[in-house]
């Protein structure tokens, strides 16, 4: 049977790939599963606008993303630590903490698109990048400073 792959599939191919594969495979689990169409013409305008519809939608999140960011250039967040001996921070400042400073300034950033290597541990001025789409990555002022 002939299908067209409605989305990546490892093993078969692409979107918008017409493949071929046995009956029961496609029957009984490609198709419940919306990884693919049977192959029609029908089906071919279908999956056209569903590519369509799919990279409209990826553009407008970049373009929102691209805003964000270009907000986000200019924003510094300070972020009071308690300290002893030597400076020396008590515990470390997570992505965690820099997407609190973010929320608290207005900027909602999920924590998981701070990209820190490792966790700060030291007073001072860091560059942290944040990746809000595959394309957009913005950089943010944090300042570690003692309570």
Known sequence: MEIILRQDYEQLGKTGDIVKVKDGYARNYLIPKGIAYIATK???KRLENEIKLRSWKQEKEKRAAEELAKKLENVSCT????VGEEDK??????SQNIAEALA??????????????????SLGIYSV????HPEVT??????????
Do not use: H
């Open 42 to 44: 029908e089906n071919k």
């Open 79 to 82: 972020i009071p630590v308690q």
């Open 89 to 94: 921070l008590f515990g470390s400042v997570t």
């Open 104 to 121: 608290n300034q207005g900027f909602e950033v999920d924590r998981r698109k701070i990209q820190l290597d490792e966790p700060i541990k």
């Open 129 to 132: 990048p944040i990746k809000l």
């Open 138 to 147: 913005a950089t943010v002022k944090v300042w570690v400073v003692k309570e």
